[in-house]
């Protein structure tokens, strides 16, 4: 890369009084910028407005030292808008440049950070895009925001460890000799220190060394994070633990739920692993999805600025950690946020904690679930077959101990309500068709098995008392279950690329699919086309970007996980057997690439999609 003497550069400035490095010298009105810089170090710099936007800090151009805190001050021309620079020094040789970092307008941000600066030099033409994947190369989780005060982080905290990598990012790409100009996203992932490709160990030890084999019963246990992103020391934690899933409890690498208990230490964490605080989570295994990324993928892309919050409300964050289970390494797990009514999750409204015996108003969470899988006594039954079109349905939340009657009617009766609209002529007024529209869309894009209504199809209804209409309305999410998807199943209309499935009717199930009862509407064809011909453009880079940084992340722990699983070459349930984990991943970006060229033909009318479908 260009290296930049910064005595040279002040020397410069100061030479030419009548330029815009002066402060209102000349006739040009200016105004006055004032920012800083962020690194979470103690580094000094000098920073510019690249004016002529060509990377570098140019004489003439208005420059300024920090201080001591990072803050610094320039007069820049007042219509201007341009790239902040910073050339940053460490050690004891101030005047010698030893990275760069930038933000990529003046209106972006004033604060300079390592992140900013990747977003600036990703390469990627949308700056959301950008903002998207360098989160997940650094490994932060969904919609970490990248402009913030640096007076409100402490030295401690995650933001700052992180900022402190990605300046050892940033001094090994500047010092690359291959390099000159803008490094670009590969440059920044080809230079990721050891410390953001190793994942996260997280030790879980029962309780006199108990065995974790129930899905009903729960087992207490001691909980230990260790990653140096997350803290100097182990993460401690006290909570309990059992199994869980359905058909993937079979397979000999178990998925699991954690619950931590609500004690001092709890009480002392800020988050779990970068995620919102909660003591409710989930282990999955992803035994049958040989790539291991399946679910993270889908989780980062439904949280992605692609699919805009007018539309799903949330979808669950997951971090990859590797689990040694009482003492046996049990391989690599997607430590994710469980679906749950929520403040840190889907924050709508719960329902009170003492309901009168008629009130029926709150936040309701229900799940299609072809098996019927549901809580079912002598009081309650938490079952729902849909009079008209035997579509099957578990009334998730509130749960069989908070439920009243008087709720499970009401969620019953509106059911029926949606169900009626649905076989009606227009889309039905009582749901929220965007939440429909990018739950279908995400889906489709995975061809995921369970989405035709099948299981794992989660619904929710917000109180009547929510801010945002769409939230009192029947939404259609959280996503969930994207390990048997993207060709990991071995039935022709699942593994083949082309060929429309989450908006069918299936003939091997005998309830209705209500996305393929909404898709005749017209209305909700047009929504479909438009929503996903604002998407598309950044979902080819989106997911390549993403697998890459998965590759390099994953690259050691795989290998740890299939010597302890050795499946690779096998089939279990899949149609493609691949050999390597390198070969999985391959084969996952080539399904999603050949998909996603299949959908922007069929979306590229009102009617097309319709029409494959049947």
Excluded at 144 to 170: K, M, N, Q, W, Y
Excluded at 210 to 227: P, R
Excluded at 353 to 367: I, Q, R
Aim: charged fraction near 25%; include cysteine.
């Amino acid at each position: 890369m260009q290296r930049f003497d910064l005595r040279l550069a002040s020397a410069l400035c100061t030479a030419l009084v009548l330029s815009a490095c002066s402060s209102g010298g000349g006739d040009t009105p200016t105004r006055e910028v004032v920012g800083r810089v962020f690194t979470g170090t103690a580094d000094a710099g000098r920073v510019c407005a690249d004016l002529n936007r060509n990377d570098q800090c140019d004489a003439g151009e208005p420059q300024a030292d920090t201080d001591g805190s990072g803050a610094f001050g320039l007069e820049i021309p007042e219509s201007s808008d341009p790239p902040l620079l910073a050339l940053m020094s460490s050690g004891a040789a101030p005047e010698v440049v030893s990275y760069r970092m930038a933000t990529p307008s003046v209106s972006y941000s004033t604060t300079i950070t390592p992140f900013t600066a990747i977003v600036h030099w990703s390469g990627e033409p949308s700056v959301e895009l950008a903002e998207d994947l360098t989160r997940e190369m650094l490994g932060f989780p969904r919609a970490h925001p990248f402009r913030f005060d640096p007076g409100s982080v402490a030295p401690d905290a995650p933001v700052a460890r992180i900022a402190r990598l990605a300046v050892e990012t940033l001094k090994s790409v500047h010092a690359d000799p291959r390099l000159s100009g803008p490094p670009g996203f590969d440059a920044f992932l080809a230079h990721l220190p050891s410390a953001l490709r190793e994942l996260p160990q997280l030790r879980i030890t029962t309780r006199n060394g108990a065995a974790v084999d129930s899905k009903e019963t729960y087992v207490d246990a001691n909980f230990v994070l260790d990653h140096e992103v997350i803290s100097d020391l182990p993460v401690q934690l006290n909570g309990r633990i059992r199994g869980r899933g359905n058909s993937t409890w079979q397979y000999p690498k178990k998925p699991y739920k954690v619950q931590f208990t609500n004690d001092a230490s709890y009480a002392a964490l800020a988050d779990v692993a970068g995620m919102r605080k909660n003591r409710n989570w989930v282990l999955l295994a992803d035994y049958l999805d040989r790539s291991l990324i399946r679910n993270k993928l889908a989780f980062s892309l439904a949280n992605s600025s692609l699919f805009g919050r007018d539309g799903m409300k949330w979808n669950p964050s997951g971090v990859h950690v590797e689990v040694v289970l009482n003492g046996d390494y049990v391989g690599v797990y997607l430590l994710a946020e469980d679906i749950r009514i929520s403040s840190a999750r889907l924050d709508i409204h719960e329902m009170s904690d003492e309901p009168a015996d008629a009130e029926a108003d709150g936040g309701y969470l229900v799940e299609a679930d072809g098996r019927l899988d549901c809580h079912v006594d002598e009081r309650l039954d938490l079952r729902y077959v849909s009079p008209l079109g035997k579509t099957r349905f578990c009334i998730d939340t509130p749960d069989e101990e908070d439920i009243t009657v008087a709720q499970l009617e009401y969620v019953k009766s509106y059911l029926d309500d949606v169900e009626l609209e649905l076989h009606g002529g227009t889309t039905p007024a009582s749901i929220h068709p965007e939440s429909f529209a990018d739950w279908t869309l995400l889906s489709e894009l995975f061809k995921n098995l369970d989405a035709p209504f099948l299981s794992s199809v989660f619904l929710w209804k917000g109180s009547e008392r929510e801010e945002r209409l769409a939230d009192r309305k029947l939404n259609l999410g959280p996503i969930w279950d994207f390990d048997i998807s993207a060709g990991n199943f071995d039935l022709p209309a699942v593994y083949l690329p082309q060929g429309c499935w989450v908006s069918r009717q299936h003939d091997f199930y005998d309830g209705s699919n209500w996305l393929a009862l909404l898709l005749q509407k017209p209305e909700h064809g047009s929504l479909l086309a438009r929503r996903w011909q604002a998407m598309a453009p950044g979902i080819e880079p989106f997911v390549r970007r993403s697998i890459d940084i998965q590759h390099a992340r994953l690259q050691t722990a795989q290998a740890r996980n299939f010597e302890r699983w050795p499946i690779l070459g096998q089939p279990l349930v899949s149609h493609y057997v691949w050999n390597t984990w390198d070969e999985e991943l391959a084969f996952l970006g080539s399904f999603l690439t050949d998909r996603s060229s299949w959908m922007d033909s069929v979306f590229s009318t009102d009617t097309a999609y319709r029409l494959s479908c049947g």
